[in-house]
């Protein structure tokens, strides 16, 4: 999988610059920021965590350096670097030809900035840049030349690059991770973002399954039937589900911490889940998540 191995951030609450290399080229996974209480750890990652999302209006003033508040004039911004594997330069590349583009040269790497400019504390405007090498021939010619923007071709490949390649990151801004009490299957007028990002989590478990599952068919739709090849297939599915996801959780942290997480100290403890068609009363339930 590609990896972010450098993050460099300016203007930032309290940080005026600062640059946190994740030694490119090293087997480390785990990265530990030490530092004195209200010495800006989590500050950094907040930063980190800015770099996927955007400002909420109502705290864009928020993260203006405090010293610089009274009048800001300068750019808050978050640059990722990217260091891309063999797997997804061949997707890119893949996606390059329907294009009419042939990448000849693997990328490698490229740099992603996102920034906010200010303007007498006033927020002005956003911008996104992206510095990345594509070198390759278009359509049938046998000429190679690296494409720059803003050309249809490199638009095309790095706005696939965004949108399908860039690693995600997960932010929780304190040690426990809390599930909902339930998680609705079917969207609402007044879904909260919590609902949103655990139905995309159970999207994505039902993904890892490989049998072309979705939650509108395969739970949503059993769940509300009566019949019982149904129900059997529901809970087929949701006994899928948990594997999955043992197993997932299970080989990450075993391959992070090099130690048996099923041992004494680190005992599993089963947890369920509630799986709800959006009524007040529940229509099924089931864990699908240990640990």
């Not at 706005?159 to 426990?176: G, M, Q």
């Amino acid at each position: 999988m590609s990896q972010y191995t450098r993050f460099e951030v300016t203007n930032f609450k309290g940080i005026k610059h600062i640059v946190i290399d994740l030694l490119p080229g090293k087997t480390n996974k785990v990265f530990t920021l030490v530092g004195l209480n209200e010495s800006g750890k989590t500050t950094v990652l907040e930063a980190i965590d800015l770099f996927q999302k955007d400002i909420p209006v109502e705290t864009r003033h928020a993260v203006i350096p405090k010293s610089k508040k009274t009048n800001f004039n300068d750019k808050i911004s978050v640059a990722a670097t990217v260091d891309l594997d063999a797997e997804d330069e061949k997707r890119i590349a893949n996606f390059a030809k329907t294009k009419g583009f042939t990448i000849t040269q693997p990328i490698g790497k490229f740099t992603n900035t996102k920034s906010y400019l200010f303007k007498n504390s006033r927020f002005e405007k956003p911008a996104n840049t992206v510095s990345i090498k594509i070198i390759g021939s278009k359509g049938k010619s046998k000429a190679v030349k690296q494409i720059l923007s803003p050309s249809d071709e490199w638009n095309s490949i790095v706005n696939f690059i965004l949108e399908n390649i860039l690693p995600p990151i997960v932010y929780y801004p304190n040690f426990l991770f809390n599930f909902p009490q339930k998680i609705y299957l079917n969207e609402v007028a007044d879904d909260k973002e919590e609902q949103k990002f655990y139905r995309q989590v159970i999207q994505d478990i039902l993904d890892s399954i490989g049998d072309d599952l979705n939650i509108e068919d395969h739970l949503l739709n059993r769940l509300s039937s009566t019949g019982t090849e149904d129900r059997e297939s529901l809970e087929a599915v949701i006994n899928k589900m948990g594997v999955i996801v043992t197993q997932k959780i299970f080989r990450t942290w075993d391959n992070i911490f090099r130690s048996n997480i099923k041992s004494k100290t680190a005992k599993a403890k089963q947890r369920e889940i509630k799986i709800t068609t959006g009524k007040d009363t529940d229509t099924a339930q089931r864990y699908f998540l240990e640990g």
